[in-house]
């Protein structure tokens, strides 16, 4: 059951890459300058790369936007963000978001989470 609940999560992201590849290759000036504003929106600053990526992450499940949600969770792992940390974002989320932030929260956000985690160890 493990294999395929990363597979899950890994899908996910695959499918976000193929995606953005091919934008990119199609809309190449616009990914260009797309990928460089984020990667300056996400860089250490006032706040670090794992507190924003918090942040993204609660504003994705308000957004409803599955992809994000995955990818943004990825990105809190990566920094290092741990499952209190990534819920309590999602605490928050859920606050502005009301129940259907919850719902996503509980489910797809502890889903990818679990599933990141695992592949990790």
């Known amino acids: 059951m493990q294999e395929q609940e990363v597979n899950w999560t890994k899908m996910y992201l695959q499918e976000y890459k193929e995606g953005i590849g091919h934008f990119s290759e199609v809309?190449?000036?616009?990914?260009?300058q797309f990928s460089q504003f984020s990667e300056a929106c996400f860089k250490d600053g006032e706040l670090s790369k794992k507190e924003k990526q918090l942040m993204a992450l609660g504003i994705s499940i308000?957004?409803?936007d599955e992809y994000c949600m995955v990818y943004h969770t990825k990105g809190c792992v990566?920094?290092?963000?741990?499952?209190?940390?990534?819920l309590e974002a999602c605490g928050v989320a859920a606050a502005f978001g009301g129940g259907a932030a919850l719902s996503q929260a509980v489910t797809l956000v502890q889903d990818a989470f679990q599933?990141?985690?695992d592949s990790v160890h």
């Open 78 to 86: 990566d920094q290092g963000a741990t499952e209190k940390e990534i």
């Open 27 to 32: 809309m190449p000036d616009v990914a260009h």
């Open 62 to 64: 308000v957004a409803q």
């Open 115 to 117: 599933d990141l985690k």
